[in-house]
């Protein structure tokens, strides 16, 4: 299926044609939740292939095979995408794990009364700009990035595809009581991988023994991530993502937001980001400063200090 060129507008937020057509959209929405279900939920470019991962290998017990031998998108479909449904109709693996973009506004309805298990992924909103910007110069099914300010007035306006950053995590995390619904930071699995992973396997009533959880750590670090062609898109044709212009997983950082961000469009984000989130109590971390201290025996410890903004 090509439609590469093709947007679909639908309810008012722009998806890629690609792999999303009216009804596909309009099937997510009536989709039939079970209990059992796992659904991993976020905006474009929060970590969404990162926790992908983690489930295939939690539900794995940390063997890699599955996730070394079944493209992601197969393991953990996106609801909302053409191949879904006949996908899950010739599958016999349970739990079934399900991916969305979709907003809580589309996909709350489907899932009141449910006590399917979602897991909400999200990231500081300034390195999923970024990282938004360059998957936009691969990928062949969105639309042209334009320069980088305009991308960023575009993010601000809530008018790329995909929708509005802003109105997905503030949408998901304010329903997350009425949910049976997980909170969890790109941030947080940067910086305790480990601690993580053990929080979504009880999440998901799957407690690992810990060479269990630490095979689950290992491979799903960045560097075996990047080099597992069934996690890093490198099976995807050129045509459709360009390699040439880019890698999926690109570097997988906190704050790379720095290096495409001038101070002007810095100040900006922080304005527009303050009066769109005055509503919304969650904190970001936008940096991760690495601080060196000399302890008593004289050695040098590394110390990783969070910036949180509280705007
Ligand atoms: S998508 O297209 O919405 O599915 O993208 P998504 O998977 O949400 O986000 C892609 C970014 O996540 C980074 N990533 C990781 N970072 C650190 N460690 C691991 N293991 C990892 N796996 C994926 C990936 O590199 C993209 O971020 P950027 O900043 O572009 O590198």
Known sequence: MARLDVTEIFHG???PGHLHTQDSLQHALKFLFQDMDVLIVSYPKSGTTWMQEIVTLISSRGDPHVSQTTPNWTRAPWLEQYYCADLLKSSTSTPRVLTT????????????ESKARIIYVSRNPKDVLVSFYHFHKM??????????PEFLHHFLEGTLHFGSWFDHIKGWTSQAAALNLLH???EEMS??????INKVSSFLQRPLLEHELNNCVKHCSFSRMKD?????YSLIPDE???HSKGCFMRKGEIGDWRN???????????????????????????????????????KEILLLLFFHTLM
């Open 139 to 148: 990928a062949n099914f969105l639309p042209d990035a334009g320069s980088f």
């Open 260 to 298: 495409m961000f001038t101070e002007e469009q810095n100040r900006y984000f922080d304005t527009a980001f303050k009066s769109k989130m005055q509503d919304c109590i969650l904190k970001f971390k936008f940096l991760l400063e690495k601080l060196y201290n000399v302890t008593a025996a004289g």
């Open 184 to 186: 969890v930071t790109y």
């Open 13 to 15: 937020i722009s998806f």
């Open 228 to 232: 597992n062609k069934m996690i890093n």
């Open 101 to 112: 973009h979709l907003p809580h506004d589309l996909l709350g309805p489907a899932l009141q």
């Open 191 to 196: 910086t305790d991988l480990h601690r993580t």
């Open 240 to 242: 459709i993502l360009d």
